[in-house]
C-alpha cells in the first residue's frame, strides 16, 4: 500500500494526473463501453454473485471482502472511489491473485470508462438505511 501512496504522490507531483480522464465523468456513452469492459474483463472474479463452483462469491470479490472485513462492499460497483489512477495501478501491476494486464489487454481508456460505470454503478445503487 506504501508503495501505491509513493506512486500516487509522485504522478501527483509531476502534474501527471492532470490528463488522466476524470472517473466522475458521466458521459453515457462512456459509462456504457465501461460497464461493456467490466462484464467483459472485470465480472468474471469482481463481480457479485455465485460462483460456478458453488462458493457464495467470485474470488476477486471474496478477496476483497476478506481485506476490507465489512469496511468497504467487496463487490466492485457498489463501491465508491475507485479512481481511474487507483484501478490503473491495480489493472498493470496485479495483486495477491489478480493478474496484471497489459495495455493490448485493456487499454488506458478503457480502464478510464471503467472507472466512470463504477463511479455510476455505485451512485445508482440504493444505500441502506441509517439506523
Excluded: N, W
Excluded at 40 to 69: E, F
Excluded at 81 to 91: A, K
Excluded at 113 to 131: G, Q, W
Amino acid at each position: 500500500m506504501k508503495r501505491l501512496a509513493l506512486v500516487l504522490a509522485g504522478l501527483t507531483a509531476l502534474g501527471g494526473l492532470a490528463a488522466v480522464a476524470s472517473a466522475d465523468d458521466g458521459d453515457p456513452a462512456t459509462v456504457a463501453r465501461g460497464k461493456s469492459v467490466f462484464q467483459h474483463t472485470c465480472a468474471p472474479c469482481h463481480a457479485a454473485g455465485p460462483g460456478i463452483d458453488g462458493s457464495p462469491m467470485l474470488p476477486g470479490t471474496a478477496a476483497l471482502a476478506a481485506k476490507y472485513q465489512g469496511k468497504v462492499p467487496p463487490v466492485l460497483e457498489e463501491r465508491g472511489g475507485l479512481t481511474v489512477e487507483l484501478l490503473r495501478y491495480f489493472v498493470r501491476h496485479g495483486s495477491g491473485a489478480m493478474p496484471m494486464f497489459r495495455k493490448t489487454e485493456i487499454s488506458d481508456a478503457e480502464i478510464a470508462a471503467v472507472a466512470a460505470y463504477l463511479t455510476a454503478a455505485s451512485r445508482a445503487k440504493p444505500k441502506p438505511a441509517s439506523r
